[in-house]
């Protein structure tokens, strides 16, 4: 009877797999198809059918359908659009579009939009305006305003201080529950966060923080400072974004406060944000080691990723020149034995994929914090083990095939020994390499492939080579 539901239950699970996929297509489907009707119904200035599809999209559907279409179909979507219902879209929208929008709407009509619209978002749309026109939007705001925003924009936008909200509740400890809750119906319409309340004493600094279930089971005459958690996790405005996700995700907060140095309370930075820093490192992480600028994006102009790119080629192509100056010491060598030719790539481009495999991992450590720049040696020298195994295996393999190919057995063991040498030293420096840039305070993903790269072609071309040299006799039948 086990076996019989064993078989039953592997059964379904490939068609509930095949039923997801379904479903994912089918939505893929329906929103390509929204968007195309909205683009449709756009361009025909057809009133009753945008307002129709309206009612159905969400906000990050038609941001994205904004995309492409023309700066007259979006002056008239935001003819028929509340200014709440604009600032939804502009919020989802990607970096050029909100761009297009806010060139697009008049001063006013953004002063609207902006009131449905969190600080921080705000001043990330502030940031990416020409300065006239966004110095000319704060002059307009109200005087409360304007000292939040310029406050926000005095800080770097990769800081915690540049993506926090200033939209949080904070309220005293002394408290009671019945007193905090007719303050957070008060406050709520007006705040980003209300699932957190923080705690600050008579001197306005942080102290604690309370849930909002917490406070809903609590008792009415209970104050604050009984019912508060005390171990506060915080971080300072000048803190880099990277730290400020590693600590969310470490302690598993929804919103992080930051604090100034009398430790009062400025901003909280929420979940959402957080999510949105940890996509924007990992894509700009991906794009660093493959000598790739963060700005750069499959719709970026011929000479603008000609410029991106070029330089880190430039720096690999004098690299390369390293590795060539290698082969060519040994020329003789080759000469007399033109299998080595055909034969050490193979010794090269192992130790470059053994090297970057620990490269991804250690990059990875280093992000998240468990890799530190001391303490590293027993890591250091498992990374060896595991390339002398690697190559152990793929040295076998390698060298039975060439052994079989050229017919010359000492030809599969200097290969053999070479790859086993190789791989040790891939995963050696794909280690230290990226730890020693950051202690350097450099970014290990940028410039590690190619020194990684370097390392692997010349070691492998040299120990290849050398061992082809000095086995010559046995190579040639003597």
């Not at 509930?16 to 929204?34: G, K, P, Y």
């Amino acid at each position: 009877m086990v076996e019989e539901k064993d078989k039953k239950n592997e059964a379904v699970e490939p068609v509930t797999s095949d039923v997801d996929a379904q479903n994912d297509e089918n939505q893929e489907i329906l929103e390509e198809h929204m968007e195309n009707e909205l683009t449709s119904a756009l361009e025909r200035k057809d009133k009753a059918a945008v307002s129709a599809l309206l009612e159905e999209a969400h906000p990050i559907d038609l941001a994205i359908a904004l995309e492409d279409v023309s700066d007259s179909d979006i002056l008239f979507l935001n003819s028929l659009l509340s200014s709440e219902q604009m600032a939804e879209i502009v919020e989802q929208a990607e970096e050029d579009l909100q761009v297009r929008i806010m060139k697009l709407l008049d001063l006013n009509k953004i002063l609207e939009v902006f009131q449905y619209m969190s600080k921080d978002d705000i001043v990330d749309i502030l940031g990416n305006m020409p300065v006239n026109r966004r110095k000319e939007l704060v002059r307009l705001m109200k005087s409360s305003d304007q000292a939040v925003i310029r406050n926000l924009l005095g800080y770097s936008e990769t800081s915690a201080g540049g993506i926090m909200t200033t939209e949080f509740i904070s309220m005293r400890s002394t408290l009671t529950v019945s007193q905090a809750l007719e303050k957070v119906k008060e406050i709520a319409p007006r705040t980003e966060e209300i699932n957190i309340l923080y705690i600050t004493n008579e001197r306005k600094q942080l102290v604690g923080t309370v849930s909002l279930r917490e406070l809903l089971v609590a008792e009415n005459y209970d104050q604050l400072k009984d019912i508060m958690e005390d171990n506060v996790i915080s971080v300072e405005p000048e803190t880099d974004q990277e730290d400020v996700a590693r600590l969310v995700s470490k302690y598993d907060l929804h919103a992080i406060p930051v604090v100034n140095k009398r430790k009062g309370i400025i901003g909280i930075i929420t979940v959402d944000d957080i999510i949105d820093v940890i996509e924007e490192e990992n894509t700009e992480d991906i794009l660093k080691l493959g000598g790739v600028n963060k700005e750069e994006d499959v719709d970026s102009t011929v000479l603008e990723s000609v410029h991106m790119r070029l330089p880190w080629l430039l720096v690999n192509l004098v690299t390369a020149f390293l590795a060539s100056a290698t082969v060519s010491v040994f020329e003789d060598t080759i000469s007399q034995v033109v299998a080595l030719a055909a034969s050490m790539p193979i010794v090269a481009g192992m130790g470059g994929n053994a090297a970057t495999q620990t490269l991804a991992v250690v990059i990875r450590g280093i992000a998240i914090g468990d890799i530190k720049l001391h303490g590293n040696e027993k890591r250091i020298l498992k990374s060896i083990f595991v390339g002398f195994l690697n190559g152990i295996v793929c040295g076998i393999i390698a060298g039975i095939v060439v052994s079989y190919m050229y017919g010359n057995i000492y030809l599969g063991i200097i290969i053999l020994v070479a790859m086993v040498a190789n791989m040790m030293i891939a995963a050696c420096v794909g280690f230290i390499i990226p730890v020693i840039l950051k202690a350097c305070h450099a970014d290990p993903a940028v410039a590690s492939s190619i020194f990684i790269t370097t390392f692997t072609d010349v070691c492998g071309f040299f120990i290849f080579l050398g061992l082809a040299k000095m086995a010559l006799p046995y190579l040639l039948g003597q």
